[in-house]
């Protein structure tokens, strides 16, 4: 049988003096030490949806994708060869060296260094200041056609709509670009350009299934104090299920995948949408495995029963605080009456639940802590992540707290929840324990569940214990003598220490 073929750009077949533009994700996976344990391998849609729109745009166009890369070096060998007016680096915190780097290779073999992506959008000053000629701190696809149109014609880029520039110390920013009102017109990502087989393997290698992302919408409704929207603010728009459809049928056809992760921040905002969506898929294929990000207070019990038939594996919830006096703190718009019967509902249905929980938000007391582990503690997810509360600028909880925070943003992994980056209530210290806290009870749900539930109780109890009259004292700085009489349960065995998986993701 033939191979079916990928689709090629359809409008503006590029002509010889076209504008070009290599577009670069900087992420080295074997660098990263989180990689193997928590990081899922997916192309960036980002730069995918770009370069499909480029070249549709008449942009010649190809991509570096350094995932699989030991070093930058690809990025100066695909220069030589392809000899781009722009460089378009995606940027996110992790990854802002690299991007660094990548500006220096592009100015020596004369391209035009631009950057966009999350990190770039929310620092901009930095990267300009760091060898970037523009950012684009929003949606890019119209912007960066007009970049590069500009850029092959010597018109400068100051001025120009939804671009940043820097002169003289100063940072000119051109008009606003409005957003593409019909999410429809984005081609399919150019999944051509970049090595599918290679990340499709990888995820046959490692479960059974052929794995890909999808997006069907953009930016997310919700106000969370703390979550950071700087590409697409609150805007919200989805494409129609039509086009939803089109894509995955492309994926299944095309690379034969079987499972697909809704990458959207929050999956069916429409519950209308969703449920036609997934009737069709039901009815008319494709007939997929599917995961994705939601929010307790959409995920009702009859909503997930059509989940489940249409394919529903594993869901994503921004779980956040056992206690309601933070999730309102927050602006969450969740209620721990939601989060306990979501989390029922979902182990009814055997759909696999991945917490996202955080620590250490202006206003939460130990108390709240405690709040968080009991919950975590009765419904057992099977994943989770526990991070410390990033400040990051731009938020209101960044604005709450920046006459206090401590230092720089760092640019490493410890910026994603494992550091304290502001003067909180507590020592890091403590919240570093308290992540260590939960890394027991995880494994405890284990032994509860494969093992002995006696035991697992035994072993929280001791867990207690040692925090009560051990940890916590030390850790605030008093002798264990004063913790608190009573507040301890009774002793058991030792638990051992593991490392907590403390990761800051996607958050819905
Ligand atoms: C889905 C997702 C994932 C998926 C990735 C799927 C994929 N490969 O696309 C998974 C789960 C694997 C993932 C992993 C991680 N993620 Co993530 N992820 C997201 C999420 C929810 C959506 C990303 C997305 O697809 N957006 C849709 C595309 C179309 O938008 P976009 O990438 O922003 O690109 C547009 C513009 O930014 C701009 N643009 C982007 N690049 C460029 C470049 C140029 C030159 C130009 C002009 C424009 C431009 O144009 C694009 C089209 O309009 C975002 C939140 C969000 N809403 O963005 C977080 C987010 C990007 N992730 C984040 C993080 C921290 C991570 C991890 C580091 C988490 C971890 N603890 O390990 C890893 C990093 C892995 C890696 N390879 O880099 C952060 C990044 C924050 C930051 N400042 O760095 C975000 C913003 C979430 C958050 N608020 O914390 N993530
Ligand atoms: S945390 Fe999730 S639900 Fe809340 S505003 Fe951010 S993306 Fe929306």
């Not at 523009?134 to 056609?145: D, I, K, M, R």
């Not at 940072?171 to 984005?186: C, I, S, V």
């Not at 449920?275 to 959409?298: K, N, S, W």
């Not at 130990?366 to 600028?393: H, K, N």
Request: aromatic letters at 8%; glycine letters at 8%; charged letters at 25%.
């Amino acid at each position: 049988m033939a191979e079916p073929s990928v689709p090629s750009p359809v409008a503006g077949a590029p002509v010889a003096d076209a504008p070009r533009v290599l577009l670069v994700d900087p992420y080295v996976a074997r660098e990263d030490p989180m990689e193997r344990k928590f990081v899922e391998l997916y192309p960036s849609l980002g730069i995918l949806t770009l370069a499909g729109w480029l070249r549709e745009h008449g942009i010649r166009t190809e991509v570096t994708d350094l995932t699989f890369a030991r070093d930058a070096e690809p990025v100066t060998r695909h220069l030589r060869r392809f000899r781009p007016h722009v460089v378009g680096v995606h940027t996110k915190t992790l990854t802002m060296p690299r991007a660094l780097e990548i500006a220096v290779r592009a100015r020596a073999e004369g391209a035009l260094p631009v950057a966009g992506g999350p990190d770039a959008a929310t620092r901009p000053d930095r990267y300009l200041d760091e060898g970037f000629a523009a950012v684009v701190p929003s949606e890019g696809e119209a912007t960066l056609v007009e970049v590069a149109t500009r850029v092959r014609d010597g018109v400068p880029l100051a001025g120009c709509a939804g671009v940043l520039t820097r002169s003289g110390g100063r940072t000119a920013r051109g008009p606003p670009r409005p957003f593409l009102r019909n999410l429809d017109e984005l081609p399919l990502p150019a999944w051509d350009l970049v090595d599918m087989e290679g990340y499709l393997s990888a995820w046959e290698h490692r479960t059974g299934e052929r794995r890909a992302a999808v997006l069907t919408s953009r930016g997310c409704p919700f106000d969370c104090s703390w979550c950071s929207k700087p590409t697409f603010g609150r805007t919200y728009r989805q494409q129609s299920v039509d086009r939803v459809l089109d894509e995955l049928r492309a994926l299944q056809d095309l690379f034969r995948v079987d499972y697909v992760r809704f990458c959207d921040d929050v999956f069916g905002v429409d519950r209308r949408w969703l449920e036609t969506l997934l009737e069709r898929m039901l009815i008319e294929g494709p007939h997929l495995q599917f995961e994705c990000l939601a929010r307790v207070d959409l995920l009702k019990a009859d909503l997930l029963d059509t989940m489940k038939s249409a394919g529903l594996q594993r869901v994503y919830l921004g779980v956040e605080s056992g206690s309601q006096k933070m999730l309102d703190v927050m602006n969450r718009g969740t209620r721990l009456a939601q989060i306990q019967r979501v989390a029922e509902s979902l182990r009814a249905h055997q759909v696999r639940q991945f917490w996202f929980l955080m620590l250490g938000y202006p206003g939460e007391t130990l108390e709240d802590i405690d709040a968080t582990l009991d919950l975590f503690r009765r419904f057992s997810p099977e994943e989770y992540s526990v991070s410390i509360a990033v400040p990051v600028p731009g938020t209101r909880f960044y604005d709450s707290v920046k006459d206090r925070l401590r230092g720089r943003a760092r640019t490493t992994r410890g910026s994603g929840g494992v550091s304290l980056l502001y003067e909180a209530a507590y020592p890091e210290s403590l919240y570093r324990w308290q992540q260590v806290r939960f890394g027991w009870e995880a494994r405890l749900a284990r032994i509860r569940e494969r093992f002995s539930p006696e035991v697992a109780e035994r072993l929280s109890r001791a867990a207690d214990e040692i925090h009560e009259r051990i940890a916590k004292p030390l850790l605030l700085g008093r002798s264990p003598a004063v913790s608190r009489p009573g507040a301890s349960r009774e002793s058991g065995a030792l638990p051992m220490v593991v490392d907590p998986p403390a990761t800051q993701g996607p958050s819905a």
